[in-house]
Every structure is written in structure tokens, then in C-alpha cells.
């Protein structure tokens, strides 16, 4: 019998500081723990052409990089994460948990940046094969919170100030309204809760599935 999980997309978001690179490592242990072969990315990077994208667009030197470039370069990335391992991982039956997708370039550079999210929405149906994956979770939490978690040296996106990142949360909170598979948790509780809440998020949109 195959497993539910095999050739699904599960992406894991939110703002700065929420928590999901924590998360999707334990959701990948989850669901191979149930049997299915589970890959996990994160966007942007991954792949040497990202990962050098992802050094151009988090390098505190390129202050003045305008919201249209980072809307083009983060699409780029994603372009060819898909073609490398998104898309031949899905083929081969593997179920891939993502750190972050296009919900991100919605809060962050439409919502936030005022780029728009139509835009973004429709940049990435021109230019990636797949837009939403089967399930976004999005982990919320306050800027006060996501603050006291990143006691560390900022990039130049987390350098962008409290009122840019206030929006950020706002753009996320809102994509729940416009597209059905994403669902937001509460993301301020303790690890162990915040996993059971992804667990219940993931398990309820699989349902009868
Ligand atoms: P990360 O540190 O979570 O890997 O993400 C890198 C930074 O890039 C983070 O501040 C969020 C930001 N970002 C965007 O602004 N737009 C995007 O489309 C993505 C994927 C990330």
C-alpha cells in the first residue's frame, strides 16, 4: 500500500525567528517515521546556483537591492531548486519538506516590500512549474518573541526593521485568506507543542486522502 505521503509537498514558513527550520527537521523525522522517503530543502539555496543567490540577496553590503530584484532573484532560486531536487524527488515518489517557498516572496516582498502579492502570484505562475505546494504551514509569532530567538549577527533581510517585519507577519497571516492550502499555527509555545500543532495542521489536510 503506499504511504500518504509519498510525492507530497509540504512546505513549512513564517517570519524570521518562528521556529521552522526546528520544525521541518522534525516533521521529516515524523513522516519517515510512518514509512515514506522523506528530502527536505531550503529556499533560498540548496543548490550551487541558489545558494550563491541566496549570498547575493542576504549580504548586508547590497542595502540598496530594490524589492523587484529580490522578488526575480528569489523566484530564480526556487526556479532551480525545482529542476534539481524538487521535481526528480516528487517523480520518484519522495515525499520533500521545504524551509520556506512562495508564501515567503507573498509576505515578504508583496506584502511588506509593497511589491504586491498578485505580482508575486502571477511572476510565479509565469516562471515555476508548480506555485502552492499540497500544504503550506505557516508558524506565527509576535516580533517581540521572534526577536529574543535571534540573538545573532542579522542578515540584510532580518535587518530591515520592526515596522518592515510587522508587515512581514501581516502578509503571512493574510495568505491564509487567499489560498486554501495554507494553514497558520501558533508558533510562541515551546517546541514539543508547537511540532504537535504542525503534526495535527499536516495530518487534518491529509485526511481521507
Ligand atoms: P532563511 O534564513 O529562513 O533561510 O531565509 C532567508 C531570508 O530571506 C529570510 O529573512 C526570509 C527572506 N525571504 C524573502 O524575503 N523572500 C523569499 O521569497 C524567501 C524564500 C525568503
Redesign the pocket.
Known amino acids: 500500500m503506499s504511504n500518504i505521503f509519498a510525492g507530497k509537498f509540504i512546505v513549512l514558513d513564517g517570519p ?1 525567528g518562528c521556529g ?2 526546528t520544525q521541518t527537521g522534525m516533521v521529516s523525522d515524523w513522516i519517515s517515521c510512518s514509512g515514506a522517503e522523506v528530502v527536505s530543502f ?4 540548496t543548490t550551487v546556483i541558489g545558494e550563491k543567490i ?1 549570498d547575493i ?2 549580504d548586508r553590503a547590497h542595502e540598496s537591492m530594490a524589492d523587484n530584484v ?1 522578488v526575480l532573484l ?1 523566484m530564480a532560486a ?1 526556479a532551480q531548486l525545482w529542476k534539481e531536487n524538487i521535481a526528480p524527488a516528487l517523480e520518484a515518489g519522495k515525499c520533500v519538506i521545504m ?4 508564501s ?2 507573498c509576505a ?2 508583496g506584502c511588506a516590500g509593497g511589491f504586491g502579492v498578485d505580482k508575486v502570484i502571477r511572476i510565479g505562475s509565469d516562471c515555476l512549474e508548480r506555485v502552492w505546494p499540497d500544504v503550506t504551514v505557516v508558524l506565527d509569532v509576535d516580533l517581540a518573541t521572534s526577536s529574543k530567538r535571534m540573538d545573532r549577527e542579522l ?1 540584510r ?2 535587518l530591515k526593521g520592526d515596522e518592515y517585519h510587522r508587515k512581514v507577519r501581516q502578509g503571512f497571516l493574510e495568505l491564509g485568506d487567499i489560498e486554501d492550502s495554507v494553514t497558520v499555527i501558533d508558533a510562541k509555545n515551546d517546541i514539543e507543542t508547537v511540532h504537535k500543532d504542525v503534526v495535527e495542521a499536516i495530518n487534518k489536510y491529509f485526511e481521507g486522502a
Open positions: 524570521d521552522k527550520s531550503r529556499d533560498p539555496g541566496r540577496l542576504l529580490e528569489y526556487r524551509d520556506r517557498w512562495i515567503s516572496t515578504y516582498q542578515d533581510m532580518e
